[in-house]
């Protein structure tokens, strides 16, 4: 049990009740510093005079860079020697706070490389089953209506090594690194395809990237003209060529692939088109053998980033956990939080704002007594749908399955401090 009274216990293992974040008094914070080790009680007139302080620092700069210690925030990438534009940057989610993923962090996924695009040369078209077939210069889209909206990108292949028999001694950013989010701004698409006249026929947009590979999905006509969007900024910036310079479709909860960098061509039809990504990858194994198709929405999900692999505990005290939930159907209404592998759970404050198909960060305080523990974090969104067990999922999907896997991640923690991905 807990000791002090504002510590009042939520769940087994040392889970504190979310009210701890919700108190003005402080309590907590005072009761960290005073029952930790590596709190520091040194008085202010005491402190040093650091050797940064007796000489003026750098000038300014064109475009500002993180600091020099911070060299380990960074995307974890790998180049094959025979196609090395296909792959992907992984964000280092245990690395980062907050729920907006920095430009230069947010992941990458390419076909076939980034294309280097002279944005007055690029034109988007818009044809097939319409009345007026358009095409726009990025000046021209300049002139529409713009709007900001914030939403998580997530490859449909994220997270996918969970299905391996054995848990993958891996960290945060290598397990569940292909998701981020922004604030992007651009046109909304239905403002476009309203001016081109959409034929009643039309069911699907092909939608085409410039890159190499031209990377292709079919959109349905329903989301196209909802809540899709033409951005052409990123975080306030111009997107950045790996994420799509200088235009890119934005689906908002829809998987990754489908939201198509370097956009080109939008062509709206009577029926999928069936290119190589929708068909190929991007479907869902089922254990009869057959694959779902045109499974869009990215299911609800959440990760520990803090405690977690490589972000490991030095010493018995109080700790707050904190991680991210996101869902392709909506906000997130809840995230539970459980300190023994799925015994007990107890809820875990959300940082507002808590957006609709965007990152929610959650925090919850918790005492670790210094024994093992199995961390997990469950997500629960508006919609009802509810962050499946690793062996609920794997009931549902053949272990071959290689996308949309949701399921809870589980963190073990050793009485060191050590913190690995286990299965519990």
Request: charged share 20%; hydrophobic share 40%; net charge neutral.
């Amino acid at each position: 049990m807990a000791d002090r009274p504002e510590e009042e216990e939520a769940a087994g293992a040392g889970l504190l009740h979310r009210r701890a974040f919700l108190a003005a008094t402080g309590a907590l914070a005072g009761a960290a510093a005073s029952g930790s080790a590596s709190a520091e009680s040194l008085a202010v007139e005491s402190l040093a005079v650091e050797p940064w302080m007796t000489a003026p620092g750098s000038p300014f700069t064109a475009y500002g860079q993180p600091s020099r210690f911070e060299a380990s925030v960074a995307r974890a990438y790998a180049n094959p020697p025979n196609a090395p534009g296909a792959g992907a940057a992984r964000t280092p989610l245990h690395r980062l706070h907050g729920a907006i993923t920095p430009n230069g962090l947010h992941f990458e996924r390419s076909h076939s490389g980034v294309p280097d695009i002279d944005p007055d040369e690029h034109r988007l078209l818009i044809h097939g089953l319409v009345a007026r077939p358009l095409v726009f210069s990025l000046e021209s889209l300049a002139r529409y209506p713009m709007e900001s909206r914030i939403a998580f990108i997530e490859c449909g292949g994220n997270s996918a090594a969970l299905n391996q028999p054995e848990p993958v001694k891996a960290n945060a950013q290598t397990l569940h690194g292909l998701v981020s989010c922004a604030e992007w701004t651009g046109v909304r698409l239905s403002t476009l395809l309203d001016e081109a006249g959409v034929d009643p026929a039309a069911r699907f947009v092909l939608a085409e990237g410039g890159d190499a590979a031209s990377m292709s999905r079919s959109v349905p006509i329903a989301k196209a003209m909802d809540d899709a969007m033409i951005a052409l900024y990123q975080n306030g910036e111009r997107i950045r060529p790996s994420n799509g310079y200088p235009m890119r479709l934005l689906l908002p909860g829809f998987e990754g692939n489908m939201q198509v960098k370097w956009l080109r061509r939008l062509k709206l039809v009577a029926a999928p088109v069936m290119t190589k990504d929708e068909t190929s990858k991007y479907t869902l194994l089922q254990p009869d053998g057959t694959a779902l198709q045109f499974v869009f929405p990215m299911e609800a999900k959440s990760v520990i980033t803090l405690p977690s692999p490589d972000a490991m505990l030095r010493e018995p005290g109080l700790y707050e956990i904190s991680g991210l939930a996101w869902s392709g159907a909506g906000r997130i209404a809840k995230v539970d939080v459980s300190a023994d592998g799925g015994r007990s759970w107890a809820e875990a404050h959300l940082q507002a704002p808590a957006l609709s198909k965007a990152l929610t960060r959650f925090r919850i305080a918790w005492r670790w007594d210094g024994g093992p523990a199995v961390l997990q974090s469950r997500a629960t969104d508006e919609s009802g749908n509810v962050q499946p067990t690793r062996d609920a999922l794997l009931v549902r999907r053949d272990a071959r399955a290689l996308y949309h896997f949701n399921a809870i991640t589980s963190w073990g923690v050793a009485p060191g401090g050590e913190v690995s991905h286990v299965y519990a």
